[in-house]
């Protein structure tokens, strides 16, 4: 099979194939690890790859990175674009520009523990109320096609997922050094 949109279509035809002959072969773990710098800053990792995040200015960081909240929607943002070019090579869609806006809105009382007063219509919780997206693709295929891969890469996306439903999270506290009571 050929190479479509950068991708080796053999190659991941095999990688299907292989999950459908072992489906254990399909359970994965990612991981990732964070270290705090100093005020906002913190520096991520995964598998050697490393992000800065930061805050803006308005919320007393020093503007250096994106913050944890936008990179939520870059995340997002990426595994779409992924989703669409393997999708579509597998396909036989040749993309010629793909352009993904992602947008959200957080109101900031609940990430200040604020409980606002009922007439602001502000959520008290922590995170997106709404994410909105915008894809813009060409690609030689007919409009129904693309309809089509855009539904099954939405309904396919991890990240999308993961950020649309509640997910089991479990947290654990080391306290490295405990300081000594005077």
């Not at 299907?16 to 994965?28: F, M, R, S």
Request: charged share 25%.
């Amino acid at each position: 099979m050929p190479v479509i949109n950068g991708l080796n279509t053999e190659k991941l035809l095999d990688i299907v194939d292989a999950v459908k002959q072992n489906w254990e072969t399909g359970k994965t773990v990612w991981t990732a690890s964070a270290r705090w710098v100093e005020g906002f800053r913190v520096e991520t990792e995964s598998r050697g790859f490393k992000v800065q995040a930061d805050e803006p200015d308005m919320l007393a960081g020093t503007n250096t990175a994106a913050n944890p909240v936008e990179l939520v929607l870059q995340a997002y943002g990426a595994c779409l674009a992924i989703g669409y070019a393997m999708n579509a090579a597998v396909r036989g869609i040749r993309i010629q520009d793909l352009r993904i806006d992602v947008e959200g809105e957080i109101d900031l009382p609940g990430f200040l523990g604020l409980e606002p007063p009922a007439n602001v219509h502000m959520d008290r919780l922590p995170g997106y109320k709404n994410v909105t997206v915008r894809v813009k693709i060409k690609a030689d295929a007919d409009r129904k096609t693309l309809q089509e891969l855009h539904d099954h890469v939405v309904r396919t996306s991890p990240v999308g997922v993961t950020i649309s439903r509640p997910v089991k999270i479990e947290t654990e506290l080391e306290v490295l050094q405990e300081l000594s009571a005077a």
